[in-house]
């Protein structure tokens, strides 16, 4: 890697969802420093690749409180609200990548993706997306063992779903139409 290449980096909803699962054996304190730790070395990787002369485009992470996943999550506990404590630990693996960025503008490009779906998710009908609640694709339906959204075709749609016009493709993964709004932003 160096002069000339170019990389994407979107990662950290993984390790959102496995800090989560060690809740409520954990504190909230110690996820969310778990989560910020993840950040910062995600951050220092993507700092390596653009110390290599590459250029990086980095995401940050969905709001993983107001994915599918999360939605799920708030409905089955009453513990706490765990949609919001969810869009806690994203916001802190998020700080943690942006604070520890080169963000000069010359190297490393920052895509706002927790913004561009927050705002997505509160507002149907915003950005095209008339779904933001639901997944789009039954993997129950897929032929990938394990099941994917990768699989995620005009066969394995939920019906009356659309792949370019509902947000989630799964419980934690966009959409194409999800994906393709990444692109441009």
């Given at each position: 890697i160096g002069a000339g290449d170019l990389a994407t980096v979107l990662v950290g909803v993984n390790d959102v969802v496995a800090a989560y699962a060690d809740f409520p054996t954990r504190s909230e304190a110690e996820l969310t420093q778990t989560v910020r730790d993840a950040g910062i070395a995600a951050a220092r990787q993507v700092n390596r690749l653009a110390n290599l002369d590459a250029r990086v485009l980095v995401a940050t992470i969905v709001d993983v409180g107001v994915t599918p996943f999360g939605r799920a999550q708030k409905a089955a506990h009453t513990d706490t609200d765990r949609g919001a404590l969810l869009t806690r630990l994203t916001a802190a693996f998020n700080s943690g990548l942006r604070g520890e960025l080169i963000n000069d503008g010359r190297r490393i490009g920052l895509i706002l993706l927790d913004e561009y779906v927050s705002v997505t998710a509160k507002f149907p009908g915003l950005n095209g997306v008339q779904n933001?609640?639901?997944?789009?694709?039954?993997?129950?339906?897929?032929?990938q063992v394990p099941p994917s959204a990768?699989?995620?075709?005009?066969?394995?749609?939920?019906?009356?779903?659309?792949?370019?016009?509902w947000?989630?493709?799964?419980?934690?993964?966009?959409?194409?139409?999800?994906?393709?709004?990444?692109?441009?932003?």
């Open positions: 933001s609640s639901d997944t789009a694709c039954n993997l129950a339906l897929s032929q990768l699989d995620c075709t005009t066969q394995t749609l939920v019906s009356g779903a659309g792949i370019n016009s947000l989630w493709a799964d419980t934690l993964r966009l959409s194409p139409g999800g994906q393709a709004a990444l692109s441009v932003l």
